[in-house]
């Protein structure tokens, strides 16, 4: 009995969970030299859990806006956002906005690859210089998901548009060196997959920011494996969620707030569940928990 409910409280739990784009990491190219008046970012995509077996998402492009007058001296940052949707009216009203396209492999990534640590370049460039205040992805007509080993394509709504604009304030970028930037976008699976009563899926993309030179993570290893555990970090204002799924068992949860968290990690298979408290997060660290062993 404890067995299914734990099942199904996992289940509930992966439900209301965050799958990561990954974006500005580790710089690949940070040798190279950037020209004069620009800056260069790079967009990493990366996955948090899921109760999917894989959500697999077409991307075409990624474009960015920058907010060029930003970078001038003495310059009162009065940019609107509303007045400046892509991609006509933009320059017409306002001529410091400048999109820019980054460099991207167009393709279909299986995001769910991407969790507990790893990620992949998704996108990079030299920009103007100035403040990032927008991304524009674009997505083709592949994006589909599998769940109990049965695909399913994942169609955007009728009439949505083919890309996905995220709004920025323009201070999220992360400068980790002279004129290289990077930033770290959250995709929330929960919200941004929807099932229909008929059991079709639609993509809704929703997005949420952060940057790892201001939040903290926390990795370590559950064992063993057969108790497939559902691990939880939590505190009064933040949660997020991890699945362990490399051999030894190694888990990592990154984008949370400073602060002291709980970890909650849920048990099956006649596994005692394991609590451990006073989990002190500190900005640009990772706390190390070491091997959790689970008993009977």
């Known amino acids: 009995m404890k067995s299914s409910v734990k099942v199904i409280s996992a289940l509930a739990l992966l439900l209301i969970g965050s799958v990561v784009f990954y974006a500005c990491s580790k710089e690949k190219s940070a040798g190279s030299s950037v020209p004069d008046n620009q800056q260069h970012l790079s967009l990493y995509l990366s996955d948090d859990p899921s109760i999917f077996d894989k959500v697999l998402l ?13 970078a001038k001296p003495g310059r009162h940052d009065d940019f609107d956002e509303d007045d400046h949707d892509h991609p006509d009216s933009l320059n017409h009203h306002y001529h410091c906005a400048i999109w820019d ?19 992949t370049l998704l996108a990079q460039g030299n920009i103007p210089k100035g403040k ?29 548009p083919s890309y996905v604009i995220i709004k920025l304030r323009g201070d999220e970028c992360h400068e980790y060196k002279p004129d290289h930037i990077h930033l770290w976008l959250d995709f929330d699976i929960a919200r941004s997959i929807i099932r229909t009563y008929n059991g079709k899926f639609y993509l809704r993309p929703v997005f949420h ?86 008993h009977k």
């Open 209 to 294: 920011f952060y940057t790892i030179s201001t939040t903290g993570a926390i990795e370590g290893e559950v064992v063993p494996r057969e108790a497939v555990p559902v691990i939880s970090v939590y505190n009064s204002t933040d949660t997020a969620y991890a699945l362990p799924w490399h051999e030894d068992g190694g888990f990592k949860v990154r984008g949370l707030k400073e602060g002291t968290y709980s970890v909650f990690i849920n048990a099956g298979n006649g596994y005692a569940d394991t609590t451990i408290t006073n989990v002190k997060v500190t900005a640009g660290k990772e706390t190390e928990l070491g091997k959790i062993r689970l």
């Open 132 to 160: 990032v205040r927008k991304i524009k992805i674009d997505l083709g007509p592949n994006n589909s998901l599998v769940k109990d080993s049965v695909s399913y394509p994942l169609n955007l709504p009728p009439g949505a």
């Open 58 to 70: 077409d991307i075409k492009s990624v474009e960015v806006l920058v907010d060029t007058c930003a």
């Open 101 to 119: 396209t980054l460099t991207i492999k167009p393709g279909v990534y299986d995001v769910l690859k991407l969790r507990n640590g790893l990620d």
